[in-house]
């Protein structure tokens, strides 16, 4: 009896229904950005991870969470930020000659880490910089390219929560992480 596992990855986008997942109301959407361990409980394989919850239909994301989720339940499409590859690519097209595939998280081994903020000392989860980090930066400026004052709304969200975090840092401190890179200055 071999059950085919789900492949879920960085990046991916899961829709949960309510009974699929601990604890929590109602169906969630999610954007992973970290994967844990897998449990084997009496309903099914289960998985820890770590991601971003998404507002339907628009995709604003809400807050970070972590859950356990029942593996077999899940709804998996790829994310904006996902290393999955449409199914019509070719193998021999997906990767420059050398370059390793990268390979499904099958428990045993790290994840690459998505470039958001760590808590609450405002670092990168994925590289240890200061955060907005500038591959954080270089996302937010292709997400956004088209329009920048969401862009800037949406990073003074981030810098009003980092106010509180950051005490040490004076408000032109914050304005220059925060904002001045994405045109925020004046």
């Known amino acids: 009896m071999s059950a085919r596992r789900p492949d879920i990855r960085v990046g991916d986008i899961l829709e949960v229904a309510e009974g699929d997942y601990c604890f929590g109301l109602g169906r969630l959407i999610l954007e992973v950005i970290e994967l844990g361990r897998r449990e084997r409980h009496t309903d099914g394989l289960w998985l820890h991870l770590r991601g971003v919850e998404l507002q339907p239909p628009d995709g604003v994301r809400l807050r970070q969470r972590r859950l356990l989720v029942r593996l077999d339940a899940l709804a998996i499409r790829p994310g904006p930020l996902s290393r999955r590859h449409p199914p019509e690519q070719r193998a021999d097209e997906r990767h420059a000659p050398g370059q390793r595939s990268p390979e499904p998280f099958d ?7 998505a470039h ?8 990168c989860a994925g590289c240890d910089e200061d955060w907005p ?9 292709i997400r956004y390219q088209h329009n920048r004052l969401a862009l800037l709304s949406h990073l003074g969200r981030y810098a009003a929560l980092a106010v509180a975090e950051l005490p040490d840092l004076s408000p032109e401190e914050l304005r220059s992480r925060f ?7 004046g």
């Open 179 to 185: 904002l001045d890179w994405a045109g925020g200055s």
């Open 116 to 123: 958001l903020p760590r808590r609450p000392d405002w670092t």
């Open 107 to 113: 428990g045993t081994t790290s994840p690459r880490r």
């Open 133 to 141: 980090c500038p591959d954080q930066q270089a996302r937010f400026l």
